[in-house]
Protein backbone atom coordinates (compact mmCIF):
# COMPACT_ATOMS: atom_id res chain seq x y z
CA UNK A 1 0.00 0.00 0.00
CA UNK A 2 1.77 3.18 -0.96
CA UNK A 3 0.36 6.18 1.00
CA UNK A 4 0.40 10.18 0.40
CA UNK A 5 3.19 11.96 2.11
CA UNK A 6 3.68 15.47 0.90
CA UNK A 7 5.95 17.92 2.45
CA UNK A 8 5.97 21.94 0.84
CA UNK A 9 8.11 24.76 2.70
CA UNK A 10 7.16 28.27 1.59
CA UNK A 11 9.72 30.09 2.72
CA UNK A 12 8.71 33.71 1.10
CA UNK A 13 5.65 32.96 3.20
CA UNK A 14 7.70 31.24 6.26
CA UNK A 15 4.77 28.07 6.17
CA UNK A 16 5.28 24.87 5.86
CA UNK A 17 2.61 22.37 4.32
CA UNK A 18 2.21 19.03 5.05
CA UNK A 19 -0.42 16.16 3.66
CA UNK A 20 -0.29 12.84 4.70
CA UNK A 21 -2.66 9.47 4.49
CA UNK A 22 -2.63 7.27 7.46
CA UNK A 23 -3.73 3.86 7.38
CA UNK A 24 -5.83 3.92 10.56
CA UNK A 25 -9.80 4.56 10.86
CA UNK A 26 -10.76 8.58 11.41
CA UNK A 27 -11.40 9.02 15.00
CA UNK A 28 -7.97 7.27 15.41
CA UNK A 29 -5.80 10.00 14.04
CA UNK A 30 -8.49 12.87 14.76
CA UNK A 31 -7.60 11.68 18.28
CA UNK A 32 -3.68 11.71 18.18
CA UNK A 33 -3.89 15.22 16.41
CA UNK A 34 -6.54 16.86 19.42
CA UNK A 35 -5.70 15.25 22.33
CA UNK A 36 -2.34 16.58 23.52
CA UNK A 37 -1.37 13.11 25.42
CA UNK A 38 -1.49 11.53 22.32
CA UNK A 39 0.18 14.14 19.93
CA UNK A 40 3.18 14.64 22.61
CA UNK A 41 3.91 11.16 22.38
CA UNK A 42 3.70 10.95 18.14
CA UNK A 43 5.68 14.44 17.99
CA UNK A 44 8.43 13.08 20.64
CA UNK A 45 8.66 8.95 20.89
CA UNK A 46 10.65 7.76 24.06
CA UNK A 47 13.32 8.93 24.51
CA UNK A 48 12.38 12.50 23.94
CA UNK A 49 9.45 14.54 25.43
CA UNK A 50 7.32 16.69 24.05
CA UNK A 51 4.91 18.90 26.59
CA UNK A 52 2.10 20.32 24.16
CA UNK A 53 1.32 23.99 25.75
CA UNK A 54 -2.02 25.16 23.59
CA UNK A 55 -4.39 23.65 21.33
CA UNK A 56 -6.58 26.07 19.49
CA UNK A 57 -9.35 24.16 17.18
CA UNK A 58 -10.70 27.37 14.91
CA UNK A 59 -10.04 29.05 12.44
CA UNK A 60 -6.72 31.30 12.11
CA UNK A 61 -6.28 29.47 15.78
Known amino acids: MNLLFDFTVDKAAK ?3 ITREFD ?3 SLVWDAFTKAEIL ?3 VAPKPWRSKTKVMDFKVGG
Open 15 to 17: TVF
Open 24 to 26: ADQ
Open 40 to 42: DQW
